[in-house]
């Protein structure tokens, strides 16, 4: 099941909105196939591991044990089922490690495959499964993205200096890490002040993989044109509220409410677009916004070594850490809500 796990994350980035997932053949104890999830739209893990399988090795596939990192599906969307094809190949055990909460399936499978007399085991690395498929899960039963909050901060807690100026906290590996996340996020979110001061590209220019889907806060239109995320590398969706103003620059715009509903109604529009997961990088007020709505389901924080003479507070997390690591001079922390 670890290795389901390994080949499921080698998808990562490019599955979204659908899960990324990792499925083996074992015969004998012999690995005899093995796949991955590997971009959206694609064959599902279960059928690159059966079609991997030597032609040698092909009539071994109905005595040995298919271990899949999430709940084979049962429902016919850009591919097949994949309940229908390990009946077909009359595979007679298959070792599961958590249920695939997407409506039509959420326990359907295994419930189809124990009817067809197939042997189903469920439950295997169960947590580190769960952990794997937490975006997709939530995304399919909340109906929104999952909310991943980033932001660094001084060792005596200060979130930028003060007057507002651009600078940088931690080392550049701790950077590279960030661009790691951003690779494996399906959009980025910053506010005007943000957009302003810093002018960032919002891309994933320092790892391997796929870049997000840019969204931008500016209320009243008032972003110049000569910003990076207005130089049309990238998609960009302006989220504004004002009818004045100009929409000319290299943008999708969104019109919504900036009012008590306007956090709820972004991540609706999103969920529409199928976005399944964002990432929030900042300022300090929209990081603080998410974590008193309680819109939030991860905080990484990042404490850098470098100190500000006058700081910005930063956010405090209403949460529980759960991840502590050591990354050079830098230490990361992840943070869960005190409900999960």
Not at 127 to 144: D, E, I, K
């Amino acid at each position: 099941m670890q290795r389901c796990f390994d080949l499921a994350a080698l998808g990562e980035g490019h599955t979204a909105p659908n899960p990324m997932v990792g499925a083996v053949l074992v015969y004998e104890g012999r690995i005899i196939g093995e796949g991955f999830h590997a971009e959206y739209g694609g064959p599902h893990a279960e059928v690159n591991a059966v079609a991997s399988v030597p032609a040698s090795l092909r009539h071994l596939i109905p005595a040995s044990t298919l271990y899949v990192s999430l709940e084979p599906c049962c429902i016919t969307g850009k591919t097949g089922a994949c309940t229908s094809l390990i009946l077909k190949e009359g595979i007679k055990k298959v070792v599961v490690s958590c249920l695939d909460m997407t409506p039509g399936v959420a326990g359907q499978g295994v419930a189809l495959l124990k009817a067809a007399g197939v042997e189903v085991e469920l439950g295997l690395l169960e947590p580190q499964g769960h952990f794997l498929s937490r975006v997709r899960n939530h995304f399919v039963t909340r109906r929104a993205p999952y909310v991943m909050v980033k932001y660094a901060a001084t060792p005596a807690g200060c979130f930028a200096p003060q007057p507002a100026a651009r600078a940088w906290i931690t080392h550049p590996y701790t950077q590279r890490l960030t661009h790691r996340l951003r690779s494996a996020t399906a959009a980025i979110l910053v506010g005007t002040q943000t957009a302003l001061l810093d002018d960032p590209g919002l891309d994933n220019r320092l790892f391997y993989g796929p870049s997000p889907l840019r969204v931008v806060l500016d209320r009243r239109l008032r972003l110049p044109g000569h910003l990076k995320i207005f130089d049309g590398s990238l998609p960009t969706l302006i989220v504004h509220e004002s009818e004045a103003g100009a929409k000319t620059h290299r943008a999708a715009y969104l019109q919504l409410p900036f009012d008590a509903d306007l956090l709820n109604n972004l991540l609706a529009a999103l969920y529409e677009r199928k976005i399944s997961s964002l990432l929030v990088e900042g300022g300090a007020q929209l990081i603080q916004s998410f974590f008193d709505a309680g819109l939030w389901q991860e905080a990484i924080v990042y404490t850098g070594s470098r100190e500000f003479e006058h700081g910005l507070p930063a956010p405090r997390v209403p949460g529980v850490c759960v991840q502590t690591e050591q990354i050079g001079t830098d230490s990361l922390r992840r943070f869960v809500p005190h409900s999960c």
